[in-house]
């Protein structure tokens, strides 16, 4: 099974930083990779997927990239509802596997 | 409009079989393309995927957990079951179905189920 290992685990950043995600892969999965936000207590409403393609309806502060093994997702500006937990998915095997998650606070 | 929505028992004895059911709108099983996939997410823990079901029937089940995993479909009443056996404290977790049309894009609300005696 494909590995996905995700860094930080958890950043603390202002209003208006720029802030980066990654995702490492254990093997290629060519651009099968979503990024997803997720609030406490709601579903993972998805953000990114095909590594770069923004879902409709998110804001384009958000943006994904990368190939390969490895893939970013960029928050440009940091907004205050922001504040969450990322976690990147892997779709290239019928068998999913996820980041282990990055908490997203706002000083 | 795409929704699902997972229903089952809120608490579980340990040893017990767990039984969830998502029921779905929005799109047809038998399209081509088209999955339903499970996944859990234990408090606190990142997401977990346990298994899906194809258009086509294919099924896939998480490696370590496949013999205590069961997944069916019934296109025509668009919803698609999972059985888990045999379930301990360490299975409590949210479980949410999700729909795979080549990526990973809907997910329910979930639910939560509790292992305890």
């Known amino acids: 099974d494909v590995q996905m290992t995700q860094s930080p685990s958890s950043l603390s950043a202002s209003v208006g930083d720029r802030v980066t995600i990654t995702c490492r892969a254990s093997?290629?999965?060519?651009?099968?990779l979503g990024w997803f936000q997720q609030k406490p207590g709601k579903a993972p409403r998805r953000l990114i997927y095909a590594t770069s393609s923004l879902q409709s309806g998110v804001p384009s502060r958000f943006s994904g990239s990368g190939s390969g093994t490895e893939f970013t997702l960029t928050i440009s500006s940091l907004q205050p509802e922001d504040s969450a937990t990322y976690f990147c998915?892997?779709?290239?095997?019928?068998?999913?596997?996820f980041g282990g998650g990055t908490k997203v606070e706002i000083k | 409009q795409v929704t699902l929505m997972e229903s089952g028992p809120a608490l579980v004895r340990p040893t017990q079989t767990l039984t969830l059911t998502c029921t779905f709108s929005?799109?047809?099983?038998?399209?081509?393309?088209?999955?339903v996939t499970w996944i859990r997410q234990p408090p606190g823990k990142a997401p977990e995927w346990l298994a899906r079901?194809?258009?086509?029937?294919?099924?896939y089940y998480h490696t370590s957990l496949k013999t205590r995993l069961s997944i069916s479909g019934d296109a025509s009443r668009n919803r698609v079951v999972l059985t888990m056996t045999n379930m301990g404290p360490e299975d409590t977790a949210t479980y949410y179905c999700?729909?795979?049309?080549?990526?990973?894009?809907?997910w329910g609300q979930g639910a939560l189920v509790i292992v305890s005696s």
């Open positions: 093997q290629g999965i060519r651009d099968s």
């Open positions: 079901i194809d258009w086509d029937g294919d099924k």
């Open positions: 929005g799109f047809s099983l038998s399209a081509s393309g088209m999955c």
């Open positions: 998915v892997q779709y290239n095997s019928p068998s999913l596997t």
């Open positions: 999700a729909r795979v049309y080549y990526s990973l894009d809907f």
